[in-house]
């Protein structure tokens, strides 16, 4: 994440994913309202790596397709994002189950914009080739209770 890309006043985190990782990363309090009827649609093998994503998702992501295609998802991942809820996502789709829930993104410019997803299991002969998430214009009323569980739980 490049600071000067960053619009408005920003804080630093310092992000650790489950395998180890680390990430700098800047964020505003700046909230990017869901693009009212558009699905964001994105694609990943089965370690999360991002293959293939819709205009909606380059749109509020902020970064372009080619900085996306090849990335882990874990690249829009809002430090107020639990640990604990990916944790459940990962462990329900791995065994092969839809998952959906509330979802604070991260974007390019350090701003935020909130998702109903879905993610489902992408079979082919018995086996979990990758995943499929779509994502929902959010209700406020349940926006607002993900964020005070997500408080919670961090």
């Known amino acids: 994440m490049d600071p000067a890309q960053i619009v408005g006043d920003a804080v630093e ?5 489950a395998d180890g990782t680390r990430r700098r990363v800047f964020v505003t ?3 990017t309202p869901y693009p009212h009827g558009k699905l964001i649609v994105s694609r990943t093998d089965t370690a999360g ?3 293939q994503c819709n205009q909606s998702f380059v749109d509020m992501s902020g970064y372009s397709e080619a900085e996306i295609i090849g990335q882990p998802h874990c690249l829009l991942r809002h430090p107020d994002m639990p ?10 789709v791995q065994a092969g189950r839809q ?3 509330y979802v604070k993104n991260l974007r390019k410019d350090g701003g935020h914009y ?3 997803a879905t993610v489902v ?6 086996q979990i080739v990758g995943y499929t998430s779509v994502r929902r214009e959010p209700s406020r009323e349940k926006v607002i209770a993900a964020e005070v569980q997500y408080r919670k739980m961090s």
Request: glycine share 6%; proline share 3%; no cysteine.
């Open 83 to 92: 640990a604990e809820a990916f944790r459940d996502l990962w462990e329900t």
């Open 13 to 17: 985190h310092t992000l650790t994913y």
């Open 121 to 126: 299991p992408n079979v082919r002969n018995g």
């Open 99 to 101: 998952w959906h829930g």
């Open 114 to 116: 909130w998702v109903y």
């Open 49 to 51: 790596i991002i293959t």
């Open 29 to 31: 309090s700046i909230e």
